[in-house]
Every structure is written in structure tokens, then in C-alpha cells.
């Protein structure tokens, strides 16, 4: 059962992408698992290679609405402070689009290994997303426990920007992320 479960998952993952726009409509508000997938100049610009066809950079899970987690978070400017995904980009795109990092609270900044982006960062970053991401869903069956089957999927996709729950140490992704964060962590206001 489970495998059979895994399997669905996989091949919804690997099957229809949507852009941001089009995913804003057809985006299911159910929980389910969510792929982002990279064109060939995204993988390129971000230093990675794909290990087989069509491997997604970064899955996740929605626990509760695919539409409120991928659609709004992930694609949603000024959400970069809410979104793994988001902070895993910035901080590979920092110098290729000029990004800088803020506390995620700039009115009581804070020692978080998590940081947001200025709003002219935010806004280039969600511009780079909208034209070089592309993302797949798969919405779960009823009695399905999500976190197994999140799990099972990474485990066999390794998408190269998650962190959690791969086999892989992401050492130039955490250098990378840690830059951001301790530039946030040194932000001062009129800065």
C-alpha cells in the first residue's frame, strides 16, 4: 500500500508543472506534497546539476493547503523569512542578483538563523522564480500519514535544496545560508 502510495506521489511530482500564474488558479487547497522544478538556466545560475531528468530542487510537504504553502509562501514576495525555499535560493542567487539579507522582523530584529530580504531583493527573487520555476503537486489521500510519505519521496528524489531528510551534507548551501543569515543577524536600521 504504501509503495503504491509512494509511486502515485512520484509520478504526480513528475508530471504537470504549472508556473506561478497558472498554479494560482489550478492549486489544489488540500494537503498534499509539493515539487519545484528548475529550467536548464536556473540549474545553472544556482551551480547545480541535476542527477537524472527531471529532478526537482526543492520538495515539501503542505499540511494543510498546497495553495496557501507553495503559491503564497513560496512564490509570494516578502515571504522569504517563511520559506525554506525562498532562503535556499536567495542565498545561492545573493550575488548573481544583488540580494541582501534582513532580519525577518525589522522592527525587533533577532539572533535567527532565518533572515528575509529587503523588498528590492525580495521582489528580484520572486521576478528570477517566476520566470525559472516551474512546480508539480500531489495531493494526498485520505488515512495517508504525509511525513512517511515525504520521506520515501526524498529519499529517492534528492532534490538539492532541501536540507532536511536527504542522504547529502548540502555544505555550500549551509555556508551559503549562514552568510545570509549573519548578514541579517548584523543588519541595523538606516544600514
Do not use: C
Not at 500564474?21 to 487547497?29: G, I, N, Q, Y
Amino acid at each position: 500500500m504504501v509503495d503504491d502510495v509512494v509511486a502515485d506521489a512520484l509520478a504526480s511530482l513528475a508530471g504537470v508543472r504549472r508556473s506561478r500564474e497558472s498554479a494560482v488558479e489550478l492549486v489544489p487547497r488540500a494537503p498534499g506534497l509539493y515539487a519545484f522544478h528548475g529550467d536548464e538556466e536556473a540549474w545553472s545560475i544556482l551551480d547545480l546539476r541535476p542527477v537524472f531528468d527531471g529532478q526537482p530542487l526543492y520538495v515539501g510537504k503542505a499540511e494543510r493547503s498546497l495553495q496557501s504553502r507553495d503559491v503564497m509562501t513560496h512564490f509570494g514576495t516578502g515571504r522569504t523569512g517563511s520559506s525554506t525555499l525562498r532562503r535556499s535560493l536567495a542565498a545561492l542567487l545573493e550575488t548573481p542578483l544583488q540580494l541582501a539579507a534582513v532580519p525577518r522582523n525589522l522592527s525587533s530584529p533577532d539572533r535567527s538563523a532565518n533572515f528575509a530580504l529587503d523588498k528590492g531583493s525580495d521582489e528580484r527573487l520572486s521576478a528570477w522564480m517566476d520566470q525559472r520555476l516551474s512546480l508539480s503537486t500531489w495531493t494526498k489521500p485520505e488515512g495517508v500519514v504525509l511525513d512517511h510519505i515525504e520521506t520515501q519521496v526524498l529519499g529517492r528524489l534528492r532534490p538539492p535544496l532541501n536540507l532536511g531528510k536527504v542522504k547529502e551534507s548540502r555544505t555550500r548551501l549551509r555556508a551559503a545560508r549562514r552568510r545570509m543569515a549573519d548578514a541579517a543577524r548584523s543588519w541595523r536600521a538606516g544600514d
